[in-house]
């Protein structure tokens, strides 16, 4: 036997349900549950004789099945808080961000006004379910938010959360190493980085201590050590809690980082598809056409391989240029120690602050080179189209390529 996996909604599924009198234990629906009623979101608003009602879409059900209900009998403060913020606001914009005040009694709501709180309301399910899914995927303890307080976009259609690289087929990201260090206290004199012709890259406070170009040799799978060894930073995943957000000036999906991350602190690794460098040339043609593309060459020893984040990513597949970057870009190699084949990892060059977006230079040595539309998209060096920098930095360059 063989399955598809669904992918309506557990909600979209308890719809169906309902709408055809079914009871499905699996998701919820039964004897007990199948007349059960629960707010999700306010769609509306009206005042008759001189009684407050909202309309109600109610969770699990089909949208015809939407009623008038006082307000008196609404036990949902935050849901009720949501559709007073969104109303307020796209009256302020349709302003054009002038002072507007709000009337304290309507009768009712314009149209207009009612399909953007119904559309608001939505994308918040949407991006509370979408920052839910990259925290059940991810293999990190730090928490990974979702925030858009920009536009009405939603959860990209064609991303898939990744916590390592992803090989296209014919491709071996892991080379059978099986011996490690035998070290009980590293760093010792036979440890990783020196069997490798290396220093250590961290000092005991587990900051970064070389220069960039320099590989990081971290101990792998088969050290003797254990996982509080100061030599394995990179592989125990991104420490910080990071927020995926919509940026206000045309960048798409940025991120910023919900603590204060000091400087030389590994803060993520860049991963997506590998793929040969034939193909990569393949998609980048396809990419142009589109206006973005996702492609990181691995050029530490050759330029086999490359990395496309375009569908398969994680967090980093969100993190903007900048000409002025606090994030450096390094190669590292621990359970693989094919120069070919690289991981990539992201170190702070300076102290950020909490609520900080999150840069890197796309024209980094060692990087890659990068360009968008409106969002933050990727492309290789041999771009032929010059896409305007919008990093806002002093020293900008003025295009990304």
Known sequence: ??????????????????????????????????KSY??????????????????????????????????????????????????????????EGKSLKVR????????????????????????????????????????????????LEGPPLDFYYINEYKPAPGINVING????????????????????????????????????????YECNSFCR?????????????TPYSLCIFRTNNGRGWGVKTLQ????????????????????????GQLYDNQGNTYLFDLDYDSDEFTVDAARYGNVSHFVNHSCDPN????????????LRLPRIALFSTRTIKAGEELTFDYQMKGSLDLTSDSADGLSPSRKRIRTVCKCGAVCCRGYLN
């Open 260 to 283: 204060e991350i000091k400087t030389n602190s590994f803060v993520m690794e860049y991963v997506g598809e590998v793929i040969t460098s034939e193909e990569a040339e393949r998609r």
């Open 177 to 216: 190493i099986t011996t490690g260090c035998e070290c009980t206290d590293c760093p010792a004199e036979k440890c990783c980085p020196k069997e490798a012709g290396f220093i250590l890259a961290y000092n005991k406070r587990k900051k970064l201590k070389i220069q960039p170009g320099l590989p990081i």
């Open 327 to 338: 994030l450096q870009v390094f190669n590292v190699f621990i359970d693989n120690l094919d």
């Open 38 to 95: 629960e707010v999700e979101y306010l769609c509306d608003y009206k005042v008759e004789e001189g009684t407050e009602y909202y309309l109600v879409k109610w969770k699990g059900w089909p949208e015809s099945s939407n009623t008038w209900e006082p307000q008196k009998n609404l036990k949902c403060p935050l849901l009720l808080q949501n559709f007073l913020s969104d109303k307020d606001e796209y009256l302020s914009r349709v302003r």
């Open 104 to 151: 304290n009694h309507f009768k009712a709501l314009k149209p207009a006004v009612t399909d953007y709180i119904v559309k608001k309301a939505k994308q918040r399910i949407a991006l509370q379910r979408w920052k839910e899914e990259l925290n059940r995927k991810k293999n990190h303890k730090a928490m990974i938010l979702v925030e858009n307080t920009v536009d």
């Open 225 to 237: 050590c254990g996982p509080d060894c100061p030599n394995r930073i990179v592989q125990k995943g």
């Open 1 to 34: 036997a063989w399955y598809v996996p669904c992918l309506a909604s557990l909600e979209t599924l308890q719809e169906l349900c309902r709408k055809e009198n079914l009871r499905c234990k699996s998701i919820g629906i039964t004897n007990r549950s199948l």
